[in-house]
């Protein structure tokens, strides 16, 4: 079973329109969260990182929100654009004093259409 | 502002051949990474370097190998292909590597081998 469990699997929303993709996670101890925009055949980009203090985060449209104790976080795009479409990936890391333990969810699709 | 920096972007090669991914990290960042991405998969960490010092090392086969080198630039060297590293492969880098560390990541290389 997947340590970081993403919902839905793929969406498809109207130009102009507000969404929520969400992501909850069982990976323990807990260092941060990070929600990455991936369009097809590029590099992961990042939109925000929050450690365990921290429950919600912006980015322009983006907004993430974290609840640590029930280990859920969702990003919520604001007024869609076309150039949203791609894929939507939660990224959770575990303190071992390195970034390379992370773990990823398998994404969130997200077309958005005239 | 200078990303990372991955060549060459696409890469087709033949069973039992070698391939030599490159990877230039944003200038100043000392710490490098090297995921390994399947067609509708999630990245899987392979290895990652800090200081030119292998760092931590994932699901890297023993076929493949990899350095950084004194400008903090990293080579993945690839012997022996199989049908099954067709991938993209996606090089991250970050300032250093602790585990709150943004990860920026390349555009990946495509490697295809038939």
């Known amino acids: 079973k997947n340590q970081v469990e993403q919902s839905p699997q793929s969406l498809i929303i109207l130009e102009g329109k507000n969404c929520t993709l969400q992501?909850?996670?069982?990976?323990?101890?807990?260092?941060?969260l990070r929600w990455y925009k991936q369009d097809t055949g590029r590099g992961p980009v990042s939109l925000t990182i929050?450690?365990?203090?921290?429950n919600t985060k912006s980015n322009g449209r983006y907004t993430a929100t974290l609840d640590a104790d029930t280990k859920q976080s969702s990003l919520h795009i604001t007024a869609s654009q076309l150039s949203d479409s791609a894929s939507y990936i939660c990224?959770?890391?575990?303190?071992?004093?390195?970034?390379?333990?992370?773990?990823f969810g398998t994404g969130t699709r997200l077309q958005v259409t005239l | 502002a200078a990303g990372v920096i991955q060549s060459p972007r696409h890469l087709i090669k033949e069973k039992r051949e070698t391939a030599t991914l490159k990877c230039y990290p944003i200038?100043?960042?000392?710490?490098v990474y090297w995921y390994q991405q399947g067609p509708g998969q999630d990245p899987q960490f392979l290895i990652s370097?800090?200081?030119?010092?292998?760092?931590d090392k994932g699901s890297i086969p023993d076929r493949f190998s990899a350095q950084q080198f004194s400008d903090y630039h990293s080579e993945l060297n690839m012997s022996s292909l199989e049908l099954g590293d067709s991938a993209l492969y996606f090089c991250?880098?970050?300032?250093?590597?602790?585990?709150?560390?943004?990860?920026?990541f390349g555009n990946g290389t495509r490697l295809t081998v038939t």
């Open positions: 991250a880098s970050s300032l250093d590597r602790g585990a709150n560390s943004p990860l920026h």
């Open positions: 992501c909850n996670y069982t990976v323990s101890p807990f260092s941060n």
């Open positions: 929050m450690t365990f203090s921290e």
């Open positions: 990224v959770v890391s575990r303190p071992t004093g390195t970034a390379s333990k992370l773990t």
């Open positions: 200038p100043r960042h000392d710490t």
């Open positions: 370097f800090y200081e030119k010092m292998q760092s």
